[in-house]
């Protein structure tokens, strides 16, 4: 049960920094640090939800 809120939360998580990331390749450009920095992070958190799931099955 911990398992899947730890998931679901993460993977609301990785929708809202998404959609930040949209904006700001929208406002900034995709190769703006700002961009990047998104990018990165989103990265780290979509191999985590990843992990997550493989784990479950």
Same mark, same amino acid.
Request: aromatic share 8%.
């Given at each position: 049960?911990? $398992?899947? *809120? @730890?998931?679901?939360? *993460?993977? $609301?998580?990785?929708?809202?920094? $998404?959609? /930040?990331?949209? @904006? %700001?390749?929208? +406002?900034?450009?995709?190769? %703006?640090?700002?961009?990047? $920095?998104?990018?990165? +992070? *989103?990265? @780290?958190?979509?191999? /985590?939800? /990843?992990?997550?799931? @493989? %784990?479950?099955?």
């Amino acid at each position: 049960m911990l $398992k899947h *809120l @730890k998931r679901t939360v *993460l993977y $609301k998580n990785i929708n809202i920094l $998404k959609n /930040q990331m949209i @904006k %700001s390749g929208m +406002e900034n450009g995709i190769s %703006s640090p700002e961009t990047i $920095k998104y990018s990165q +992070e *989103l990265d @780290k958190m979509i191999y /985590q939800y /990843q992990r997550m799931v @493989k %784990s479950t099955y």
